[in-house]
């Protein structure tokens, strides 16, 4: 009994001394992994709704210049020195704003939930033209030479004259399925003269961007799929195009014959990110690194929030940001998370990198910068 004690004592002091030991380099590597990720600013901005009840903002933040650019539900388009935070300007448009922006170094371009597309005076936020489109505008325009592609809630394709807000033509996308579309109108894709999309019955769309003639089409969607609208901006790698719809697969087509080159069974909701020949992609809680030429998986990582905005990398690390108000900082190569960061009451749309800093809009309306190390 005596020698049972001895022995026992032991264990519990060899216990004691290695807890002792590996506490600090515990303390230190949970401290440098935190350090990894601070924050740098946050500033309340007011959404412009008078109802306060509904704080939803879908926006992601641009950059342009130095500014950030972002939009809120209450339809206040705003500027803000990236590195202080400090508001330059806000500019109320018609409708609430979920669509990102778009820049080309001379006019800022956005749509609204009312059907209106915007060019805006980057300096002081004065509106250049405004032009409207039969539909609500929840995706991000694209600039191409002297016209500004943007899709519409009415599932066509618009072509608009940057300069003027002409629209000189306005394709379908193909048919309207009513009340299954859940995250938002796919972006469109200028690659070379063609522009590319996604509609809301699964089926990519090829155009000629001159004047709008379709080129070819590409069914992506499962056959009984509940939900089949592809969301998300088509991605160019390589002489292929790759992008997925909300139940349906992940896949590869050739760019210029819209022939399958390789696809996957994922279901992505989200824009992709693509970085060093590698599309990063989230969707279900799940966050997905593809080799994009032969669509191999190289990790796939599962992550305790369900929904996930769309990734980007800064400082050769990759984010992404959650529903539920955390932002995860994760090692591009494995997959691992570094490490995380509350910022309130979550997001609906996603960060923004700039240099070492990423951007996060969230539902109250809290615009919060963060460094990454």
């Known amino acids: 009994m005596a020698l049972y004690k001895g022995k026992t004592k032991r264990l519990i002091a060899l216990f ?15 401290k440098k992994a935190s350090s990894l990720l601070s924050v740098e600013w946050a500033k309340g901005i007011s959404s412009g709704k008078s109802d306060a009840k509904k704080k939803l903002n879908f926006s992601t933040p641009i950059i342009a210049g130095e500014k950030l650019i972002v939009g809120t ?15 330059i300007w806000s500019t109320k ?3 609430y704003i979920e669509a990102p922006a778009a820049f080309d170094g001379a006019n800022i371009f956005v749509g609204d939930m009312k059907g209106y597309v915007y060019a805006i005076n980057p300096s002081n936020g004065d509106i250049v033209w405004q032009t409207y489109v039969n539909g609500g505008v ?12 943007v899709g519409a809630g009415d599932n066509y394709l618009y072509a608009i004259h940057k300069s003027t807000g002409e629209v000189r ?6 048919r309207i399925l009513s009340g299954m ?9 200028v690659i070379g003269d063609r522009v590319y999309i996604g509609s809301s019955d699964g089926v990519l769309v090829a155009y ?14 499962l056959a009984r799929s509940r939900f089949s609208d592809i969301d998300t901006k088509p991605v160019g790698a390589g002489g292929r195009l790759i992008f997925s719809s909300m139940e349906g697969v992940l896949s590869a087509i050739d760019i210029k014959t819209g022939r399958e080159v390789w696809s996957l069974p994922l ?3 989200n824009n992709m990110k693509l970085d060093g020949g590698v599309i990063y992609a989230s969707g279900s809680g799940k966050v997905y690194a593809i080799d994009s030429a032969s669509g191999k998986k190289i990790w796939e990582k599962e992550l305790t929030s369900s929904e996930l905005s769309e990734p980007t990398v800064v400082n050769d690390k990759l984010l992404v940001a959650s529903v539920d108000g955390v932002l995860y900082l994760m090692d591009k190569l494995s997959g691992d998370v570094i490490s995380t960061k509350g910022f309130g009451s979550g997001t609906f749309g996603g960060p923004v990198g700039y240099g070492d800093r990423v951007f996060i809009l969230s539902n109250n309306g809290r615009l919060t910068a963060f460094r990454v190390k």
């Open 169 to 174: 033509w306005f394709s379908s996308r193909g």
């Open 93 to 95: 448009l018609l409708g």
């Open 138 to 149: 929840t995706s991000a325009p694209e600039i191409y030479g002297d016209m500004v592609f």
């Open 16 to 30: 004691l001394c290695s807890v002792f030991l590996c506490l600090p380099s515990l303390l230190y590597g949970a």
């Open 208 to 221: 000629d961007a001159k004047d709008g003639t379709k080129l070819f089409t590409f069914p992506v969607a």
């Open 181 to 189: 579309t859940l995250k938002g109108t796919s972006s469109p894709t």
């Open 73 to 87: 539900s209450g339809g206040l388009l705003y500027a803000l020195d990236a590195t202080s935070g400090k508001k």
């Open 267 to 269: 279901a992505i909701p």
